[in-house]
């Protein structure tokens, strides 16, 4: 699987032992930074730059690291085509490509040790989205919105 993952700072160690996980595992890994820490720099110039990559990629996933994981997600979330979703457990990893199609996962490192963050990255690779109809049916809900700002009409 081509796997793009970017970060900050707050999540330095976490982007490096991520990407060594990644490729010991066969994955093809493009890391869009930062490549050095640098206790100021700014996530929108990795995290953009990996959903970038996976919106460019439809056979690609993303992971984004920050601190929280929060902010990482929210800007992921600003790239057209791109469902960035949350999880601090594998569960929640599940969940996000079962029911959501999310193609990047965000992980906040002060709040995630790094054995469970491999097995958030390893189950969200491995998770199919489901394709069940109301799923289905949500996602384009929130496309249609993205693209022409149709709201989904009000049950009857």
Partial sequence: MRVHIGGDHAAWDLLNDLVAFLED????????????????????????????????DPQSLGIVLGGSGNGEQMAANKVAGIRAALAYSAELATL???HNDARVVSIGARFTAVGEAREIVR???ATPFSGDERHARRIAMVTAYEGAGTLPPLPA
């Fill in 96 to 98: 996000a490509r079962e």
């Fill in 25 to 56: 595992e066969g994955h093809e890994v493009t890391n869009h930074g930062p490549h050095g820490y640098d206790a100021v720099d700014d996530y929108p110039v990795f995290v953009l730059r990996a959903a970038e990559a996976v919106a460019a």
């Fill in 123 to 125: 189950t969200f690779l």
